[in-house]
């Protein structure tokens, strides 16, 4: 039997697109609209303001009459917006008639005192929420720019920026808020955040109120702003920087609100620090909206503590959060080296497609992890993360994971602008008022500054093991040799930086190597500067002691053991200069010593057939016959010269009957 027919399904019909309007309906439709919306508006208050100079109406005929006008255009609006035709005209009449009726509200209640100004302030609060009604559900512009952005206005328009009006914008603003939230409406809410934040301002500067009604009035708008930062991030998902911003000024305004009163800063801080906690239970609300608000928290808390403290307990107070900063960087390092661990090894365990699959799938996965487990650094992720990328932007890619991790997301960027924050305000602090750097050229130094740079120091390290961030473990160690440069000075100094060398050789040859440098430095500028090379030594027998302990640090690395025939030929040269007298005797014996040396170098060099030893001994002998030739002949008498250049001729002759009889092997 055949098969039967396929039924033909009738195709569905696309809904009709919306119309596209032309600048011709705009201008008829919409312009025409919000004009006259403006216009009326802006008519009615001229009509008032006639009536009130010229005597033709009272307080209580000139009110009622703006409250009859208010209504008609609010209640035509409303009919013909939802009986006749959904026109731009009738939401411009609804928006002037919200408007009217706010500022109305706001004459009888705050100007006129016709009515209580509670009951003013609760009519408000239904004009406001009629507002937020209509808004809601015509979805309409029109009511939020001119019926709340108009209300918003009124008090100010009016007059009325004392304690009553200033209710009334509060009343107006949460309205606003609300409508902006539920709408999207991104850009009103900037506006009505800008429209409000000035009149406030008006009031503190007109008013100059007590600081409990300051601080009522500014923890109110705060927080109608702050909502509104929040609700636009849980409800509009691609204006991210937005309310962080908002959050941002919203907090500085504030700041500078009430800026004389120490407890100000403290009670924001706790408020900033309780909003982003609350914030991080949110789903809907971004975590990096949230740690913006905990960050803002910090930092001022960090002001809080200049305001009512200062000295020590600024540096301990702004260095403490290094270590919770550090705790959540290192948290996020851990997952990422680990995944990347994972990553790197399952691609590196994959058979090859002509391999038989004799292995599960699930195997490689359960190796990598294992080694994972064991071995979770941020060398692995780096290496992991970075595999496969150009070896410039590999680079780039292993210095950053080096100093913070590899995660960038909002944990991750709370907490290393926390950290670096801290740190400089810390540091700062420390360098500018209690261990300047100009402490450590001597002088007795203050207690407090023994403690903040061991305190530092120690917070640095503890964060160092938190996070695993090379720069506080560098930290770590320079406020260790601050603090050594605090306490000590002269021969001791160099001991002990020295001695600590060779004890942070056993953690690190890097940190062994800069410590040991610290110390030269400190000999060669204190102890032995290179003038000893033609004035001699103040103090011979110090100098042998530094000098002797700076090569005993050397030893301790590698790279370090390199130079310690270079510190010696140093200690000999200033020591024969400083026996032999600082003219003739001196740099005859100089002279003399550092031929006698390169000569050496350049024959151990050949018997050894090191490349390395034998330049570096060329390099001295053209050193010394620089010296002999201009030092040595200008500044030197008749007979020290002689025995200089004969010397130097005779240790010459040596090494060229040497390079002759033993020549490189890369020669023959």
């Known amino acids: 039997m055949p098969n039967p ?32 919306g403006i216009a009326v508006l802006a008519g009615l208050a001229f009509l008032l303001t006639i009536a009130i100079s010229r005597g033709w109406l009272g307080e209580g005929a000139r009110t009622v009459l703006a409250g009859l006008l208010s209504t008609g255009l609010l209640g035509a609006g409303i009919w013909l917006r939802e009986h006749k035709d959904r026109t731009e005209a009738a939401l ?33 609060f239904g004009v406001g929420a009629t507002a937020t009604t209509l808004g809601v ?35 107006a603003y949460a309205a606003g808020v609300r409508l902006v939230v539920w709408q999207r409406w991104t850009l009103l809410g900037w506006a009505a955040f800008a429209t409000v934040t000035l009149q406030w301002w008006a009031w503190l500067w007109i008013e100059s109120p007590s600081h409990g009604s300051t601080a009522f009035v500014l923890a109110t708008f705060g927080a109608l702003s702050v909502a509104l930062a929040l609700g636009l991030d849980a409800r509009v998902k691609d204006i991210r920087a937005q309310p962080a911003a908002l959050l941002v000024l919203n907090a500085a305004l504030l700041a500078l609100g009430l800026a004389d009163a120490d407890w100000w800063f403290v009670a924001l801080a706790a408020a900033h620090a309780v909003v982003g906690l609350v914030a991080l239970r949110i789903p809907r609300v971004s975590r990096a909206t949230a740690l913006v608000a905990l960050g803002i928290g910090v930092g001022l808390a960090d002001l809080a503590l200049v305001e009512l403290t200062d000295g020590l307990p600024v540096i301990l107070g702004w260095a403490g959060p290094i270590l919770a900063f550090a705790a959540l960087l290192g948290a996020r390092r851990r997952p990422a080296a680990a995944e990347a661990l994972i990553a790197s090894f399952r691609g590196a365990a994959t058979p090859a497609a002509d391999e038989p699959a004799g292995e599960p799938a699930d195997t490689a996965a359960d190796t990598a992890g294992t080694a994972a487990s064991t071995g979770g650094t941020a060398a692995g992720a780096a290496a992991g993360a970075t595999r496969g990328l150009a070896p410039r932007h590999a680079l780039v890619a292993r210095a950053c994971d080096a100093l913070f991790g590899r995660p960038h997301d909002a944990d991750w960027y709370f907490a290393a602008l926390g950290l670096v924050a801290q740190l400089v305000l810390a540091l700062g602090h420390l360098l500018a008022t209690e261990a300047p750097l ?97 004035d001699g030594l103040e103090h011979p027998f110090q100098a042998a002691a530094a000098l002797a302990a700076v090569t005993a640090a050397l030893s301790a690395t590698r790279e370090g053991r390199r130079a310690i025939p270079l510190a010696l030929l140093y200690l000999a040269s200033v020591e024969v200069v400083t026996l032999g007298g600082a003219h003739h005797t001196g740099q005859t014996l100089l002279s003399v010593l550092w031929a006698l040396t390169g000569v050496g170098a350049l024959i151990f060099g050949l018997v050894s057939d090191d490349r ?48 002759q009889r033993v020549r490189p092997r890369s020669l023959l």
């Open 438 to 534: 100009e402490a450590l050229a001597g002088g007795a130094p203050t207690s407090e500054a023994l403690v903040a740079v061991g305190t530092i120091g120690a917070i640095a390290f503890l964060a160092a093991r938190l996070s695993g961030v090379i720069v506080l473990d560098v930290l770590a160690l320079t406020a260790l040799a601050q603090f050594t440069g605090l306490v000590l000075e002269g021969l001791p100094l160099t001991l002990a930086l020295a001695v600590q060398a060779a004890l942070v050789a056993l953690l690190d040859k890097r940190a062994s190597l800069a410590f040991a440098a610290l110390a030269a430095g400190h000999a060669l500028v204190v102890l032995a500067p290179p003038t000893a090379l033609i």
């Open 92 to 124: 411009a009449a609804a928006g002037v008639g919200i408007a009217g009726l706010f500022g109305t509200l706001v004459m009888a209640g705050a100007v006129y005192e016709l009515i209580p100004v509670e009951i003013a302030q609760t009519l408000a």
């Open 5 to 36: 027919p396929t039924p033909i399904r009738p195709p569905v019909a696309a809904p009709a697109a919306r119309p596209k309007r032309d600048l011709e309906d705009v201008l008829g439709g919409s312009v025409l609209a919000w004009l006259g």
């Open 137 to 171: 559900r015509w979805k309409a512009t029109p009511i939020g720019w001119l019926g709340l952005l108009g209300a918003l206005w009124s008090p100010a328009a009016l007059g009325a920026l004392d304690d009553g009006g200033i209710l009334f914008l509060a009343i």
């Open 612 to 659: 390395t030893t034998r330049l570096a001994g060329l390099g001295l002998i053209a050193l010394t016959a620089a010296k002999v030739f201009t030092y040595d002949l200008s500044e030197l008498d008749s007979l020290a010269r002689v025995a200089s250049f004969i010397v130097f001729g005779l240790l010459l002759l040596l090494g060229a009957f040497a390079w």
